[in-house]
């Protein structure tokens, strides 16, 4: 089992929809997470961090479930520009960073 | 916020030829640097982790003869790819984390542009 798991997809929404994702992480001993979209052939680019009480920046909101150690990731009303690759990232108090695959998304038109 | 910068973006070369990447943190000094490897469709895989001052630390697989990193100073790490080979091309991503915020596990990856090689 990976330590960091993201449903791949793709997703595929129409402009203006809400989509969720969701990310799962074994160690139970992690200590803070992330959110970073990948563009095409692109490097990574941090989206959000994701804080115990959740946290909202615009259309994107990001929420941490220690007691089912997940994290999710929800986008209202989105965009063209929105799809991407959504990477999770949980770090262990140690520092060591560990990715998940991500999950793709593509907003139609 | 947290910039880092990395240089080549784009590399051609022949079979055989080693090929140095550079990645600088522009506004923070950092003791640690990653170098990640992407192939298409692929998620980023931790090949090494570089170390101010002292050895890189290698991921299981990856032989550090042919990766040689070197972390001169607190804001520069360097990658070669040694005698590269065609089945060395990928897109090559460094990262670092700035510490002037908050403790290292606290604290995101900011990554570079990233290096695509190609070997033909």
């Known amino acids: 089992r990976k330590e960091v798991e993201q449903d791949p997809g793709p997703f595929n929404v129409p402009e203006g929809a809400t989509v969720a994702f969701n990310c799962t992480y074994s160690n139970s001993a992690s200590q803070s997470f992330f959110w970073y979209r990948q563009d095409c052939r692109k490097e990574p680019k941090l989206l959000m961090s994701v804080y115990s009480s959740g946290n909202e920046d615009g259309r994107f909101t990001a929420q941490l479930n220690r007691a089912s150690q997940y994290i999710s990731l929800l986008i209202r009303d989105s965009k063209l520009s929105d799809s991407a690759t959504y990477l999770c990232?949980?770090?262990?108090?140690?520092?060591?960073?560990?990715f998940g695959d991500g999950t793709t998304l593509t907003v139609k038109p | 916020g947290a910039v880092v910068s990395q240089h080549p973006s784009r590399v051609i070369c022949k079979s055989g030829t080693s090929v140095k990447i550079e990645c600088r943190s522009l506004d923070f000094q950092a003791t640690t640097m990653f170098w990640y490897r992407q192939f298409p469709k692929q998620s980023l895989m931790l090949m090494a982790t570089s170390n101010e001052g002292s050895k890189a630390t290698y991921e299981q697989g990856v032989e550090k003869d042919k990766f040689l990193i070197n972390h001169a100073s607190l804001t520069l790490s360097t990658l070669t790819v040694t005698s590269a080979h065609p089945e060395d091309s990928s897109f090559y991503i460094c990262?670092?984390?700035?510490?002037?915020?908050?403790?290292?596990?606290?604290?995101?990856?900011?990554f570079g542009d990233g290096t695509r090689l190609s070997i033909l």
């Open positions: 990262s670092a984390r700035d510490l002037r915020t908050g403790k290292n596990s606290n604290q995101p990856q900011h």
């Open positions: 990232v949980v770090n262990t108090n140690a520092g060591k960073s560990t």
